[in-house]
């Protein structure tokens, strides 16, 4: 499985910003995929997580602000971020696995990671 996430850049504290995560593979459908993201000096945090059949679960930080989606005909996860703020600011990094989540030994993929900056 190959992971290949977009759609990070600079937004102002209460913006939005949609990440996308293109993998490959046949069996997309059937892959757990996650987000998490990684700010400088601290640790990988989970962020959210779908299977493929659509459930769904998020951190504590992000809930209610950030909603995660997939498209499995184009193999693709989306993570929807509003209501943004400074401390969102990480490198956010997609990862597919078979369970769906909060731990990034679960994981066995990751993408390379895009950059989100929340400025205040």
């Known amino acids: 499985v190959q992971l290949q996430a977009s759609g990070g850049g600079l937004v102002q504290a209460g913006g939005s910003l949609r990440l996308s995560c293109a993998a490959s593979?046949?069996?997309?459908?059937?892959?757990?995929l996650g987000w998490f993201r990684q700010a400088p000096g601290k640790e990988r945090e989970f962020v959210s997580a779908i299977s493929g059949s659509g459930y769904s679960t998020y951190g504590d930080s992000v809930k209610g602000r950030f909603t995660i989606s997939r498209d499995n005909n184009k193999n693709t996860v989306y993570l929807q971020m509003t209501s943004l703020k400074p401390e969102d600011t990480a490198v956010y990094y997609c990862a597919s696995g078979p369970y769906a989540s909060s731990r990034t030994t679960d994981y066995n993929y990751w993408g390379q990671g895009t950059q989100v900056t929340v400025s205040s």
């Open positions: 593979g046949r069996t997309f459908s059937s892959y757990v």
